[in-house]
């Protein structure tokens, strides 16, 4: 026995697999559709390994407890979706700003307001970005498989820990209520992040002094004699609240720059059939899966076509999508919305090629024949 | 020279605070303070929430773990600090404002599941740090700014409130009954579930100007002359209590503390093993 475990099961159940082997131990949420399961799933689970589920009276609720829980020393998880979403963005920021570790899954579902709640869409790359008011450092990732989902959960647990922010997991129903063969890996085998604890007395500890050569201030849980003081009002190393401006810029160009000058090892993604084509689609989430298939069928036609998957969709992958739009003529933008991401795209690939957009907001998805047409359209 | 307790339980160098000349907000937040030193709780172990408003800023002054959130929101993030690490003494402090109206619903919940949380709101009536606003505990009549030609709202009576809502500890006293202040806090602080304290406290800048109440001694005049123990209360009428702050304790019971009871469900399946 290696470890490894052969299942089927649905994004939704991945996702608290996936959080489960990363080290989450306090889960809080409402509950909304399609993201219910990860709330059920966590409610049977985390009892049984000495871990807390609670359910709260709403969404705010449970977005202000993921973050207390996280500060007594838990990595936690809410899990939600588009008007859950919207609720939960106050305290999202002030996560971002607290810089405590936590990861919001958003299952997204069609809107706006109570929308589509059983249908798949992709509407939220924007409310995932800017969500939240201010100037502020986010990451969010996407997945496109039951299997992709485990990986990234565990991996927005190590981004969450290492960059102490926010970590949006943003699924779409499609993959969500998706059910796959997947192999588990043995846990051992995974590369697993904690934040890193201050190795000085509480005497000397600043709560948000960053130490020469590291990323982000050191964390300790509350409880440990380290007496220390968290606000989201702008505040200094100290932690306590100032309204200079030098320490008002300093602090949001620091959380900002966490993030930005570490995209290298922040941005994931895919390329399939790239090298020689003339045209490629840029598709995440279960719309890449279509793509892909569309592009199998295109390229069987002798159609030189790829297709580009950002998993990290946040920070936006300007490096990477400026290099592909040197090398190819067309980049069509595949998403189930009306261009959020095409908008990002086009910023930075304006200048060499021409953007395309294939989006649909119906509730249903788009299919391989449609993504086609769009391929032989712009051909 | 500050005192023994200031000096001790207190950060020193953020002082002083930044209430207003006469509001009694730092009576109140003394008085949680010597709550604290009469028990003997060390202070590491005493994690201090508030929200947004005057009397959260009261976080910033303390020396104990502290956390100063979102408008509202103070009570589920202390339910997440709870669940987390049930051997901190999670304590609350809380406005008007803040916890009545827009964190209304995270205090009656947090009643409901009676999780082991002491709250404190200091309650002076009005929206102080936005400059005098009406607040839920606004009396029926009163001025603010956002009631220029009176307030025809009627308040929350906030002990019958979380009462109601499934609190083990519910009591009411003034920022003029000091002694009391503290015992209360002492006996929330003892309680294993969710206790509710709300002080009067007041506002000579606001709500006192507005409602022509004179100054900060005139006012806490006022409350002197207007509390009647809960046990007077109990033999007048209705008639005669209107208006008036009835003090004491409300309500003392024992019921099963919510992280206690999810604990159970935890060590069942240990057992199993």
């Known amino acids: ?379 | 020279m500050p005192s023994k307790l200031v000096e001790n339980y207190f950060r020193l160098n953020k002082l002083p605070h930044i209430w207003c000349p006469g509001c009694s907000h730092g009576i109140v937040m003394r008085a949680i303070v010597k709550a604290i030193d009469n028990l003997n709780i060390d202070k590491d172990n005493v994690c201090i929430v508030s929200g947004i408003g005057c009397s959260s800023r009261a976080t910033g002054y303390m020396d104990f773990n502290t956390l100063h959130t979102t408008h509202g929101r103070a009570l589920s993030f202390a339910t997440g600090i709870k669940m987390a690490n049930p051997k901190l003494e999670v304590i609350v402090i809380t406005g008007d404002g803040d916890c009545a109206a827009i964190g209304g619903n995270h205090l009656i919940h947090s009643a409901r599941r009676n999780i082991g949380i002491t709250t404190i709101v200091f309650n002076n009536n009005i929206y102080g740090m936005t400059g005098g606003q009406y607040s839920p505990t606004t009396p029926r009549g009163a001025l603010g700014t956002t009631v220029p030609y009176g307030n025809i709202d009627s308040n929350f009576d906030l002990c019958q409130l979380v009462k109601a809502a499934g609190a083990t500890y519910v009591a009411r006293s003034t920022a003029y009954h000091t002694n009391m202040i503290i015992s209360q806090v002492e006996e929330g602080i003892k309680n294993k579930g969710f206790s509710f304290i709300e002080v009067a406290s007041i506002c000579p800048t606001y709500f006192g100007r507005k409602n022509k109440m004179g100054n900060a001694v005139n006012m806490m005049n006022y409350l002197k002359e207007n509390s009647i123990n809960i046990k007077a209360a109990e033999k007048m009428t209705e008639e005669q209590i209107k208006g008036k702050f009835v003090i004491g304790e409300f309500h003392k019971t024992s019921r099963a503390e919510y992280t206690e009871e999810y604990q159970k469900i935890i060590d069942s399946f240990q057992k199993e093993r």
């Open chain 1, 1 to 379: 026995m290696d470890g490894k475990r052969i299942k089927l099961m649905q994004g939704n159940e991945a996702c608290v697999e996936g959080a489960i082997a990363a080290g989450m131990r306090f889960f809080a949420g409402y509950p909304i559709t399609p993201s219910t399961e990860i709330a059920e799933i966590s409610a049977e689970k985390l009892p049984k390994i000495g871990g807390k589920f609670i359910q709260m009276e709403d969404e705010i609720a449970s977005m202000g407890a993921v973050i207390g829980a996280s500060l007594a020393g838990l990595k936690s998880m809410t899990a939600t979706s588009g008007p859950g979403f919207s609720l939960k963005q106050e305290n999202i920021g002030y996560a971002a700003i607290t810089e405590i570790p936590c990861v919001i899954v958003n299952v997204q579902r069609g809107g706006p307001s109570t929308g589509l709640p059983t249908a798949p869409a992709q509407g939220d790359v924007m409310q995932a970005r800017w969500g939240t008011h201010g100037d502020h450092p986010i990451i969010a990732v996407t997945p496109s498989s039951v299997r992709e989902t485990f990986d990234l959960t565990i991996k927005a647990f190590n981004f969450a820990e290492k960059y102490r922010t926010p970590v949006i997991l943003l699924m779409d129903e499609v993959i969500g209520h998706l059910r796959e063969k997947i192999e588990i890996p043995n846990i051992e085998n995974i590369e697993i992040i904690d934040r890193l604890r201050p190795d000085k007395s509480p005497q000397e500890y600043k709560p948000y002094e960053v130490l020469e050569g590291e990323i982000v201030p050191r964390m300790v849980p509350y409880g440990e004699g380290y007496r220390f003081h968290v606000t989201g009002l702008i505040h200094d190393e100290t932690g306590f609240p100032s309204t200079k401006p030098d320490v008002a810029e300093k602090l949001i160009k620091r959380l900002v720059d966490k993030i930005e000058l570490n995209k290298d090892d922040i941005s994931l993604y895919e390329e399939y059939m790239i090298e020689d084509a003339e045209t490629f689609v840029i598709a995440y989430g279960s719309t890449a899966r279509s793509v892909k298939y569309a592009v199998k069928l295109a390229r069987e036609e002798g159609i030189k076509v790829g297709l580009f998957r950002p998993i990290t969709i946040w920070p936006f992958l300007d490096k990477q999508i400026y290099e592909l739009s040197k090398k190819v003529k067309k980049i069509i933008v595949a998403e189930m919305n009306l261009g959020q991401y095409a908008i990002e795209v086009e910023r930075v690939a304006h200048k060499y090629t021409e953007v395309y957009r294939c989006n649909k907001v119906n509730g249903e998805l788009i299919s391989p024949d449609e993504i086609l047409a769009k391929i032989k359209e712009v051909y």
